[in-house]
Structures are given as structure tokens and as C-alpha cells.
């Protein structure tokens, strides 16, 4: 079978993907399911320092910890134990209960581990995106991440290698976290005795690699990694649980906004890749960074489902379309090189090469045949199965504010940056964001300021996410309000709108 009748029998099948866009910033691996902002937090620790402790293995180690610290069988460590530490029964109760993170509703009747992930031996027994069965795994989605909003393997390694050590816990630490983590490392079970160690660098010797730091203009990534890296540097002024909530927000954020960048970013690759081959247009290199580094995906207040779904919709579309576009023209003679999508140079060049080949009747053969794809998976195409649905459940899920089935933990979710308007199932979910994103974001736009800053700014900083907005459509959201109430804006002649930021520490 050619390489264009494998793509046409499984065109979702990874044996399907085209080198280029398999070597490309536009192929999403791993690709994401769903997961919230814990889940992400969780897997995050065990990428950068337990590298030997798979997603797999991760509720399986919940029920060893769990039957091991059960009355009837004694507790087999490698950690040092003492009259001092909590007795099996004790601990047990303080990872059940008061450091438990509350389930779903859909959950309430399932009997499993789910700590909140404050110290890194906590990552170890819970909030892996499944309970059972293979699992993707989202820590590798923020290491993509690091890799795509820094220039070089260095830089994205050093950052890595940040959040490793601000992930540690440390005579620096509050001492409820290094007694925490203590605790923890008495009760390990022998068998899941794993080493917290720092990371290895990054290599850039795959291709794929290479091409994340090819990207020169701005990206959510971009955003996120500089905003990372102030809250890292924010630890030592607040308590673990407050930082790791902070952190947890910007992860949420970050891997959402990054996902609706690549859905996006396939959508306009595929049409600049279009209009070069119909209508002979050749493409500068500035123009493709331009048309890429825009993307806005919600405002204020705007419901997301849909929006969230047609990002998912056109990554798909995107996806199937530059492959079958690549197939068809390697049939027709063209040689398509490996790193033809690898950055914005390269896709340049690739406009500038397909501009001057003949079109008429190769584009017809591609418009039948992509409409013989999407005619034969409706389903996925409507984001009802495969890769389309995974991306729109786990960007709604990551970004929503959690909605507990435990009594008294409705306000446990303080992060979120989408909120359901009215009540009860049939409530729509809108953007809005909770007091600990705000406090974040704010912080984060603040940092390495040499003086004030006002509303504008946010506004600005905002924008690096994908968020389309201004100053009077924000004060006029409930967002606007709750910058009032959480005293992270103050009424100034001075400042552009009436209005500067309050640094929140």
C-alpha cells in the first residue's frame, strides 16, 4: 500500500501522520483526555522528578499505600520510622480526609485514593487522568509546553529544572509541608520506594524538539513559561497550599490555552497551505508569524462550549487536510521534506515551492477526497469520538470550576478561569475567573515592573492567552468586580481608566 492509501484507510491512525506534520509544532502529543488542574498538577510532579513511576501505576499504588496501611497488615518501609511519626491508621485519615481533594459527583460512590498533590510523594498514590487502564500522561503536555515558549533546549531545561526545585521540599518550606512530605516518605511501601530526583536536560536531537523552539513570535506557551517562573519565584512568601494553588491555576490556564493555540495554529496552516496551492500565493516569513502569534479565542462572560468545540472541529480538520494535501502532492511528484512545518522559515519556504505547481487538477482530487473523509466520520468530526472529543473534554474540564458531590467543599475550586451562569445541569458555562486565577494573573503581570501598572495592562497581559477584551468590557464583567473586592485594583487620577493594579504580595 502507498503511503496515500494507508492515510485514506486509517486517516487517524498514527501510521497515517505525514513526517512533516508528525516532525511539526502542529502535531499534539501527547495528545490530551480529560484531566482538571489537579490531575495536571500531579502528573507535573511525577515528569520532573519521579521519572521512574509511569501514569499507569499510579491508582495501583493508591491501593498498595491503602492495603498497606489497613490495621490488619503493619506498614513495610524503606523510610525511617519513630515514635514520633503518625500511626498507620492516623495518616491514613489525614490523606482520606483532611488533605483528601473531594470528588465528583460521578465519583461519590467509588472508594479511591485522591490526595491533594501539596508535597511530591503525594503524586505517588492518586490523580492520574484514569482510575484504571492506560493513561495519557499531562506532564508531558506541560514539558511540550516549556519546550515550545523557550528559544533553546537550554533555556526550556533550566526552566524545567526550576520547577523541579520549587516542586522540592526543603528546610526552606513551611513546616507543614516538610512534616507532610516526612510523614509520607515513613508510610512508603517498600515496593513503591521511588527517588525524587532532579531532571535530565531536554535534547533537541529529535526533530519534533527542534522544531518547538523554532517558534520566534509569541504564543500562549510564551506567556505561560514567563508566568511560571514568577510563581515559582512567589513560594517563599506564601504558604505550600496557597503557591501550589497559584501554580495549579497558571497549569490550568497554560495547557488550555496552549491546546486552543495548536487547534488554531492547524486551522491556519492548513489554509495558508490552501491558498498557496489554488491561488499561487507565496507567503513571507513575517506574514506567517503574524497570522499565527493572533489568536483570540473567548471574551468576558461568553459561553464556551461551542467555541471550545469548534477549536477542536478544526484541529482535526486541520490535521487530516495538511496530511492529505502532503500525500497528494508527493503522488503528483512533489517532494515534501521533513521539516517542512518546523517553523515559520520553513513554511515560508514550503508557500513559495507549492505556488508554482500545477493545481487545477490536483486541489479537485483533494476537495473530493476530504469531503469523502468527513462524510464517513460524521462522529468525530462532530467531536462525538476520537482525538476532536478528547481535546473538547479536556479543555472544558482543566478550565471549569470543579463541582464537588461532598457537603461543605462548594467552595473548594477557587482557580478556575469558566463558571456556570444560573443553576443546577442546565447552567451555561461562561469565562470568569476565580479569585485565585485573578490574584495570579495579576501578580504575574506585575512582575519585574519598574513602576505602577493599570487595568490596561491586565488587559494586555490577558491577551497573551487568547483572551479578547477591554478595559470597559472587563469592568463591566463580574471580573471587573471581583478585582474590586479582592483590592487588586485602586481607584487612581494617574492611571489610564482610573485604575492601577495593587500587587497582591
Known sequence: ???????????????????????????????????????????????????????????????????????????????????ERLSSSDFLHLISNLISSPKLHNQSGKRFLQINPLVPDAALYSLSARLAGNSWNPGALVASIVCTGNSSS????????????????????????????????SKRPKELWSEWSEPENFSDSEPRIRSLYGLNFMTPAHCFCRDIETILNLKKFVTRRQWTSMLESVLRLGTASHTLWVCDANRKCLRIIEDSIQNKRAYSTDEIEEILSNSQFWSLGQPTSSVI???????????????????????????????????????????????????????ETYNQM??????????????????????????????????????????????????????????????????????????????????????????????????QTSVPELMQDDT????????????????????????PF
Open 480 to 503: 471587573g468586580k471581583s478585582l474590586r473586592n479582592l483590592g487588586l485594583i485602586l481607584d487612581s487620577p494617574d492611571a489610564e481608566g482610573g485604575m492601577v493594579l495593587n500587587r
Open 1 to 83: 500500500m502507498t503511503d496515500l492509501s494507508v492515510f485514506l484507510t486509517k486517516p487517524f491512525a498514527s501510521e497515517a501522520v505525514h513526517s512533516a506534520y508528525g516532525g511539526s509544532f502542529l502535531h499534539m502529543r501527547p495528545a490530551p483526555e480529560v484531566a482538571n488542574g489537579e490531575v495536571v498538577l500531579a502528573s507535573l510532579y511525577r515528569a520532573v522528578g519521579f521519572k521512574d513511576v509511569s501514569e499507569t501505576k499510579v491508582p495501583i499504588n493508591g491501593r498498595k499505600l491503602e492495603k498497606s496501611l489497613s490495621p490488619q497488615k503493619p506498614t513495610e518501609t524503606d523510610g525511617p520510622v519513630s515514635s
Open 309 to 363: 468545540e469548534e477549536y477542536s472541529r478544526e484541529f482535526l480538520l486541520g490535521r487530516v487536510g495538511i496530511n492529505l494535501l502532503f500525500y497528494l502532492l508527493e503522488e503528483h511528484g512533489f517532494e515534501i521534506g521533513s521539516d517542512a512545518l518546523s517553523n515559520s522559515v520553513r513554511i515560508s519556504a514550503l508557500t513559495h515551492e507549492i505556488s508554482n505547481i500545477d493545481n487545477e487538477l490536483l486541489f
Open 154 to 185: 537550554n533555556c526550556a531545561s533550566e526552566l524545567w529544572k526550576k520547577i523541579y526545585s520549587a516542586l522540592s521540599i526543603d528546610d526552606s518550606d513551611d513546616p507543614w509541608a516538610q512534616i507532610l512530605q516526612k510523614e509520607f516518605e
Open 370 to 467: 476530504l469531503a469523502e473523509i468527513t462524510g464517513d466520520n460524521h462522529r468525530a468530526f462532530a467531536c462525538k469520538n476520537g482525538i476532536a472529543k478528547n481535546i473538547l473534554e479536556f479543555v472544558q474540564h482543566v478550565l471549569r470550576r470543579r463541582e464537588t458531590g461532598e457537603r461543605g467543599m462548594e467552595s473548594y475550586d477557587q482557580g478556575y478561569f469558566v463558571k456556570r451562569r444560573g443553576s443546577g445541569k442546565r447552567g451555561v458555562w461562561i469565562t470568569g475567573l476565580g479569585p485565585v486565577a485573578l490574584i495570579s494573573l495579576v501578580h504575574s503581570s506585575l512582575a519585574n515592573a519598574s513602576g505602577d501598572k493599570n487595568i490596561a495592562d491586565f488587559v494586555a497581559h490577558l491577551t497573551g492567552y487568547g483572551f
